[in-house]
């Protein structure tokens, strides 16, 4: 039978259990993200952080990915996969168990180092393992194969946000008033402390889970794969130079990390911005986020054998356009700055008694369309690098800075002048994501044209 006639694998035979071992990683490395979103929020009242300064969170977790990406790529090169993954598990433990003295010391700048850490071993995490899968069967199955991959990285996502809601926020969410009748009594400083401390067991417990998945990983053979193989052939940055669709697809990445990290980390401050629900309850609305990241991940794989992948991606980017317009002209911002009236439709909320404007629901259905985003930006990115794939994807990882600068970018034009509501002096996230459709358009962009693989591509 002749090549063209055969069925394209959507995993090497012979190495389904190498995949689901690897899979777990993408369970693992969703939790410090996940967790982040909630440390916005924590940290906003048990540090007394300004709305600006929380924006060092998401930056603290995306400039280490930035600064250990090309050392990741370059050791994975020389090393392999399997060595890399080891390196990036026993930084992501170390940045775990700092948040025990950070938390006994209640210092910001330890968490941002604890943070930071954790962020440079999901590094070499994500490098290894998003570009091991794309190599572990036919070119032409590698997007759906690598959502496949992704799909279970939500699961992650639900578990933390569930751990965050229960062990992380406390419901104790006391006024200006409240805080001032503290200060006089002399147990602000307790409540401080006990707030703080809130936050280590979660981060603990997962350091231990990180331990013993690096002890089985230890003692697993990894198979050499197309990229490590490469006919000899080392990889160069020069060399990537010659691809434009890589060039795109770190710009497309780049603008959607500041499009998913915006949204993540200020949707339970955007929920109790503009409803009565407190922070617990908020919490529930981000797991439901997580879940619907989930379906769309689960859906997106199987829908792309119908549709060609970037062409999906670039209908879910103008999509998501549309709904964070929503949820920017329906918040009280908005109605405040424009008046359309979107504020007041108000949508019921199933199984419970309580309601919430439209702009909540428009806000979490994004994490849906999100949710081919990262995987298939990746895989298109890399697509026929051949020797210069590792590199190509240390570069990829490093674009996810974007996330870091596109919240900071958020969190200070929602903190400027420009977020002030209409007499009213408190500043509002909505105003600051203005950001995030900028984005979609650049997203959209890369999958309509600029997607397509050129240069001397590899078969």
Same mark, same amino acid.
């Given at each position: 039978?002749?090549?063209?006639?055969?069925?394209?694998? +959507?995993? !090497?035979?012979?190495?389904?259990? !190498? &995949? /689901?071992?690897?899979?777990?990683? &993408?369970?693992? *490395?969703? *939790?410090?993200? !996940?967790?982040?979103?909630?440390?916005i929020t924590q940290f906003k009242k048990s540090l007394e952080l300004s709305l600006a300064q929380t924006g060092f969170l998401p930056f603290a977790l995306k400039t280490g990915y930035f600064c250990l990406a090309i050392p990741a790529g370059l050791y994975m090169q020389k090393k392999g996969y399997k060595a890399g993954i080891l390196l990036g598990l026993i930084l992501f433990a170390a940045g775990c168990?700092?948040?025990?003295?950070?938390?006994s010391t209640q210092r910001f700048t330890l968490f941002l180092c604890g943070i930071f850490v954790m962020a440079g071993g999901c590094a &070499?995490?994500? %490098?290894?393992?998003?570009s091991f899968v794309v190599s572990l069967g036919d070119k032409e199955t590698s997007e759906r194969r690598l959502n496949l991959a992704q799909s279970f990285n939500p699961i992650g996502n639900i578990l933390a946000s569930t751990a965050a809601t229960l062990f992380i926020f406390s419901g104790n969410e006391p006024n200006a008033m409240a805080i001032e009748t503290m200060k006089i009594t002399g147990?602000?400083?307790?409540?401080?402390?006990e707030e703080n401390f809130?936050? &280590?067991?979660?981060?603990?417990m997962l350091a231990i889970i990180v331990i013993i998945i690096a002890i089985m990983i230890k003692r697993t053979k990894f198979p050499e794969v197309a990229t490590e193989k490469s006919d000899g052939k080392k990889g160069s940055f020069k060399a990537l130079l010659k691809y434009p669709h890589w060039w795109g697809a770190i710009l497309s990445q780049f603008f959607y990390l500041g499009a998913q990290l915006g949204t993540w980390s200020y949707l339970v401050l955007y929920i109790t911005q503009n409803s009565e629900l407190g922070e617990k309850v908020a919490g529930g609305f981000v797991i439901t986020n997580m879940i619907i990241f989930m379906i769309g991940r689960f859906f997106s794989t199987w829908i792309m054998k119908f549709f060609k992948? !970037?062409? +999906?991606?670039?209908?879910?980017?103008?999509i998501n356009l549309c709904l964070i317009s929503i949820a920017i002209l329906g918040s009280q911002w908005g109605e405040a700055k424009f008046g359309l009236g979107l504020n007041n439709i108000i949508l019921p909320v199933p199984f419970t008694n309580l309601s919430v404007p439209v702009g909540i629901y428009a806000l979490i259905l994004t994490a849906f369309f999100m949710s081919l985003m990262y995987p298939t930006n990746f895989a298109s990115?890399?697509? =026929?690098?051949?020797?210069?794939?590792?590199?190509?994807?240390? /570069?990829?990882?490093?674009?996810?800075?974007?996330?870091?600068? =596109?919240?900071?970018?958020i969190s200070s034009l929602a903190g400027s002048q420009w977020g002030?509501?209409?007499? %009213?002096?408190?500043?509002?996230?909505?105003?600051?994501?203005?950001?995030?459709?900028?984005s979609y358009v650049v997203i959209a962009w890369y999958a309509f044209f600029g997607s397509r693989p050129r240069g001397p591509v590899y078969e």
């Open positions: 039978m002749s090549n063209s006639n055969k069925k394209a694998n +959507l995993i !090497t035979p012979g190495y389904i259990v !190498t &995949f /689901i071992l690897v899979v777990c990683l &993408f369970f693992l *490395w969703s *939790w410090p993200n !996940t967790l982040n979103d909630f440390l168990l700092l948040f025990y003295p950070a938390a &070499f995490l994500e %490098i290894g393992a998003n147990s602000y400083d307790t409540f401080l402390k809130r936050v &280590f067991p979660v981060y603990i992948p !970037t062409r +999906l991606m670039g209908t879910y980017a103008i990115g890399v697509k =026929g690098l051949g020797p210069n794939a590792k590199l190509g994807a240390s /570069i990829l990882v490093m674009s996810l800075i974007g996330g870091a600068l =596109g919240s900071l970018a002030l509501m209409a007499g %009213i002096e408190a500043h509002q996230i909505a105003g600051g994501m203005c950001v995030i459709m900028v």
